[in-house]
């Protein structure tokens, strides 16, 4: 619950104003809300944290060294993996009812992303972040903590950055490679995984499904921690045009047929076939010829 706590340090006291992580539930009761949009449940719930803050803060001492302490999604926060947890559950703080000259240092939780949503630093409102990376989505934040002198009037803080995990994607279009296996296992070679968090995504057409050895993949990335192996199919119609059938190019329509069917190595058995069809279609007697 919304609480202070007088702490006794080395250096002398701390007040310490707790705000844990709320809900509406924990604010309002359902008739309150029934016949609310969510904008106005929103407003009435920040309105109603703002008169319980306003009783906490006048409790306070003025003279001895404030921190806010709070598990909150405020609404200028980047979000990081917890996107995924924070929806439907709780709602946006604002950061103006946290910049409060009571307050010497506001220490935020729940976003996982190191940031410092008060560039005056007056007060300093610091999200730490996590101190471990959970997904693929901070492969490349920097995790750490923060460290801060304390006085009353002043915060001076510090992130400092730890030695944490490591998340690796590996990231390979194979599909217009003769060899996609070296090309794989060439991109593998690259990259330090011993460890790792690793994931190898890998794009393929799909006649190069049977050149793949899935158990050398599979033993190569062994001395990562963990890994995922995700191949993708690339759809023939992403792929490039070819010069030939460009539209600023004009080619009869037997022609065009003949050029694509000569590009598709995996239609080779069917591309007479499909050349005698568009020839009825077309309406035509003459004789098609096929050269590949």
Same mark, same amino acid.
């Given at each position: ?5 007088? #702490? ?5 006291? /701390? ?35 703002? #008169? ?11 003279? #001895?060294?404030?921190?806010?302490? *709070? ?15 924070? /929806?439907?559950?709780?709602?946006? #703080?604002? &950061? ?159 022609? *065009? ?30 004789? &098609?010829?096929?050269?590949?």
């Amino acid at each position: 619950r919304l609480d202070t706590h007088l #702490i006794h340090t080395r250096s002398g006291p /701390v007040q310490v104003v707790t705000l844990p992580w709320l809900t509406r539930s924990t604010l309002m009761t359902r008739s309150e809300t029934e016949s609310l949009s969510v904008g106005d449940v929103n407003q009435l719930l920040t309105e109603k944290l703002t #008169i319980a803050m306003e009783g906490e803060i006048r409790r306070l001492n003025p003279d #001895i060294p404030t921190v806010l302490l *709070a598990h909150l999604m405020a609404d200028k926060a980047s979000l990081g993996a917890e996107r995924f947890l924070a /929806v439907g559950k709780g709602f946006n #703080i604002p &950061v103006s009812m946290l910049t409060r000259p009571c307050f010497d240092y506001v220490a935020l939780g729940h976003v996982h992303k190191h940031q410092n949503l008060n560039a005056s630093n007056n007060p300093p409102v610091i999200y730490p972040g996590s101190i471990e990376r959970v997904d693929f989505s901070e492969e490349k934040e920097d995790k750490g903590f923060v460290l801060v002198n304390l006085e009353r009037g002043k915060a001076e803080w510090e992130f400092c950055t730890l030695p944490v995990r490591v998340f690796q994607t590996i990231k390979v279009n194979v599909s217009e490679s003769e060899n996609p296996q070296a090309e794989l296992v060439k991109a593998i070679g690259k990259k330090q995984i011993e460890d790792a968090v690793v994931r190898l995504i890998y794009q393929l057409r799909s006649e190069q499904l049977d050149l793949i050895d899935n158990g050398e993949l599979h033993a190569l990335l062994g001395e990562a921690h963990s890994y995922t192996i995700q191949p993708e199919l690339v759809s023939q119609l992403a792929r490039p045009r070819l010069p030939e059938l460009n539209a600023n190019n004009s080619i009869e329509p037997l022609e *065009a047929l003949k050029t694509y069917l000569a590009s598709r190595e995996d239609l080779k058995d069917v591309a007479e076939s499909m050349l005698e069809a568009a020839q009825g279609l077309l309406g035509g007697a003459e004789e &098609v010829l096929v050269e590949f």
